[in-house]
């Protein structure tokens, strides 16, 4: 039986592949939140989870907060 043995650029680039592939799967099942304004200067939080389809929009910090923690804790 042969033993592999990994140079360290070898290691490197395995480790950076690893890195970048757990990114773009956290990319698809995180919750995404940003916020937006209307042409009158009114905010809103927009939110979305991607493990469930779930959209919704608040129109206050607390509320958006609020449905995270009901998600994350879910």
Same mark, same amino acid.
């Given at each position: 039986? $042969?033993?592999?043995?990994?140079? &360290? &650029?070898?290691? =490197? #680039? @395995? &480790?950076?592949?690893? =890195?970048?592939?757990?990114?773009? +799967?956290?990319?698809?099942?995180? +919750?995404?939140?940003? =916020? $937006? &304004?209307?042409?009158? /200067?009114? @905010?809103?939080?927009? /939110? #979305?989870?991607?493990?469930? /389809?779930? #959209?919704?929009?608040? /129109?206050?910090?607390?509320?958006?907060?609020?449905? +995270?923690?009901?998600? #994350?804790?879910?």
């Amino acid at each position: 039986m $042969k033993t592999l043995r990994f140079t &360290s &650029s070898t290691s =490197q #680039y @395995l &480790s950076n592949l690893w =890195q970048s592939l757990r990114r773009v +799967i956290a990319r698809y099942t995180e +919750i995404r939140v940003w =916020q $937006k &304004s209307d042409r009158q /200067g009114n @905010l809103y939080w927009h /939110g #979305y989870n991607p493990n469930n /389809g779930d #959209y919704v929009c608040f /129109g206050t910090e607390a509320e958006i907060r609020m449905w +995270i923690e009901e998600h #994350y804790y879910r």
